[in-house]
Nanobody, 115 residues
Framework: QVQLVESGGGLVQPGGSLRLSCAAS????????MGWYRQAPGKQRELVAT???????NYADSVKGRFTISRDDAKNTVYLQMNSLKPEDTAVYYC?????????WGQGTQVTVSA
């Protein structure tokens, strides 16, 4: 079974930066999309960014120009570099792996942006 483990969350001041990591383990289908989603209190889970095995990226409008998603296939790891963080970025961030046949989720990592 595939397992996803996120790390890198924490407390940061507005304007600060964080880098999230998600390490995947297990049998991973070669054709897949990895991504980051987030869920803030009182809101539905929303897409933050995705990246295909070919490196094509997709970002939510709210994070374009501030966040960057990348992946290291040799390490089965996806990253999310978050810059210029805003209080509204506060949420639990979840790593996602979509192999078309199956969809996997990490346990989530808390990101809190507050002065």
């Amino acid at each position: 079974q595939v397992q996803l483990v996120e790390s890198g969350g924490g407390l940061v001041q507005p304007g600060g930066s964080l880098r999230l990591s998600c390490a995947a383990s297990g049998s991973i289908f070669s054709i897949n999309v990895m991504g980051w989603y987030r869920q803030a209190p009182g809101k539905q889970r929303e897409l933050v960014a995705t990246i295909t095995e070919f490196g094509r990226t997709n970002y939510a409008d709210s994070v374009k120009g501030r966040f960057t998603i990348s992946r290291d296939d040799a390490k089965n790891t996806v990253y999310l570099q978050m810059n210029s963080l805003k209080p509204e970025d506060t949420a639990v961030y979840y790593c996602n792996l979509d192999t078309f046949a199956r969809n996997y989720w990490g346990q989530g990592t808390q990101v809190t942006v507050s002065a």
